[in-house]
T-cell receptor, first 115, second 115 residues
Framework: GAVVSQHPSWVICKSGTSVKIECRSL??????MFWYRQFPKQSLMLMAT?????????EQGVEKDKFLINHASLTLSTLTVTSAHPEDSSFYIC???????????FGSGTRLTVV | AQSVTQLGSHVSVSEGALVLLRCNYS??????LFWYVQYPNQGLQLLLK??????LVKGINGFEAEFKKSETSFHLTKPSAHMSDAAEYFC?????????????FGGGTRVLVKP
């Protein structure tokens, strides 16, 4: 089946630094990548949608200069949290969609803690 | 805009009993509907999906869901709960009734299985 590898699974960083999260589709081409944020005991909140080779489309209220998304290839998308602050601490999940029937495949998530 | 409502943020069932998780959606077009399961600190795993074929959809781990257009519902059931079913469950609808569009998630239902 389709697999999306998300790394790192957890990261602790100092306030003011940047963190990059990677999502790779291992056995299919991810034409669209979605990035979500999930607070404890809550549902997933869509942050942005990206198509390979195009600029990401951000949801209302999401700072595009803070959450940089790159989808340079059909198998790799990255989310960079720039100048992270404690309020950015959260669980981030990517989801890849392919056009050939695998549907939406989710990464295993990244627990970000900013101290 | 699409929306998804999951009735009951918490459901407690005894091992071997019926599991019933309720999901109602709103959509102006025929929807694509999904049920996902999430274990702690993990991503989402697809249980099943409805994409305008058979209204009774069978998924993994003994789960099934029935699409009822008249009731705008897509309830998830499993005849006999197992301890391993304890997790968070999310219902989702694909915007615009098409694959590849962003998903709108319900608030989630946490299932507790009592021995």
């Amino acid at each position: 089946g389709a697999v999306v590898s998300q790394h790192p699974s957890w990261v602790i960083c100092k306030s003011g630094t940047s963190v990059k999260i990677e999502c790779r589709s291992l056995d299919f081409q991810a034409t669209t990548m979605f990035w979500y944020r999930q607070f404890p005991k809550q549902s997933l909140m869509l942050m942005a949608t990206s198509n390979e080779g195009s600029k990401a489309t951000y949801e209302q209220g999401v700072e595009k200069d803070k959450f940089l998304i790159n989808h340079a290839s059909l198998t790799l998308s990255t989310l960079t949290v720039t100048s992270a602050h404690p309020e950015d601490s959260s669980f981030y999940i990517c989801s890849a969609h392919d056009r050939y029937g695998y549907g939406y495949t989710f990464g295993s998530g990244t627990r970000l803690t900013v101290v | 805009a699409q929306s998804v409502t999951q009735l009951g943020s918490h459901v407690s069932v005894s091992e071997g009993a019926l599991v019933l998780l309720r999901c109602n959606y709103s959509s102006s077009v025929p929807p694509y509907l999904f049920w996902y399961v999430q274990y702690p600190n993990q991503g989402l795993q697809l249980l099943l999906k409805y994409t305008s074929a058979a209204t009774l959809v069978k998924g993994i781990n003994g789960f099934e869901a029935e699409f009822k257009k008249s009731e705008t519902s897509f309830h998830l059931t499993k005849p006999s709960a197992h301890m391993s079913d304890a997790a968070e469950y999310f219902c989702a609808v694909s915007e615009g009734g098409a694959a590849g569009n962003k998903l709108t998630f319900g608030g989630g239902t946490r299932v507790l299985v009592k021995p």
